[in-house]
């Protein structure tokens, strides 16, 4: 119970981080509109999944060398940039259904297996150098020194396993009937709105 506080402290920023819009949140919803449930849960769950890397080289220091080096730190903004700017081509083709098409407007695409929305998630997440100042002031502001090691181990499985359980009830959420109808025929329009956050995300990276 010692490290209650210091834990109570690492989930509450780590809900706001999850929950502020960013790479994750619109690769998750363009999957969720585009591709279904089942391809929004499997990016969830790389997403899930990259965060146990960014926990693997905090805990032997890696981020800070990341961090304190520019042009490390600079390639991989620029490579996170180029990703989501191949996101963002996808997203911003969608367009309104064609003839017959239009009856079935409402459901998913097909052709993205789980394995490549599972690395989606996963490259989406794991590129991001914002991720990586993230887990740097988490594990030197944050997490106390002194904390042993297996307990430092057990905050980054919990970090781990809330991200991928927020992002699938966020893709729980958004294919719902209910949604799925909201959304109907013009979901495309939602595709390209996170084609252009893709976009923005990307400019925000570069260029600082």
């Not at 402290?9 to 960013?22: D, E, N």
């Not at 997440?125 to 914002?130: C, S």
């Amino acid at each position: 119970m010692q490290y209650m506080n210091e834990f109570l402290t690492i989930a509450l920023v780590h809900l706001v981080a999850v929950a502020s819009p960013g790479p994750d949140f619109a690769i998750v919803v363009r999957n969720s509109i585009a591709y279904g449930r089942r391809i929004a849960i499997f990016t969830s769950v790389g997403i899930g999944l990259a965060i146990l890397l960014h926990v693997a080289y905090s805990l032997v220091g890696l981020s800070v060398v990341i961090a304190t080096t520019p042009w490390l730190f600079t390639t991989f903004s620029y490579l996170a940039a180029a990703y989501l700017l191949y996101l963002a081509f996808g997203a911003l083709r969608s367009g309104p259904p064609k003839g017959d098409a239009v009856i079935e407007s409402t459901q998913p695409q097909k052709g993205i297996s789980a394995k490549k929305a599972l690395w989606m998630g996963f490259l989406t997440n794991g590129l991001n150098p914002k991720a990586t100042l993230f887990f740097l002031s988490l594990f030197t502001a944050i997490i106390d020194i002194n904390t042993p090691f297996s307990v430092k181990l057990g905050y980054g499985i919990y970090l781990a396993l809330a991200t991928g359980l927020w992002f699938c009830f966020l893709s729980y959420m958004l294919s719902t009937s209910k949604v799925a109808e909201l959304i109907g025929r013009k979901g495309y329009w939602l595709d390209r709105a996170m084609g252009v956050l893709l976009v923005g995300l990307a400019a925000k990276l570069v260029l600082g």
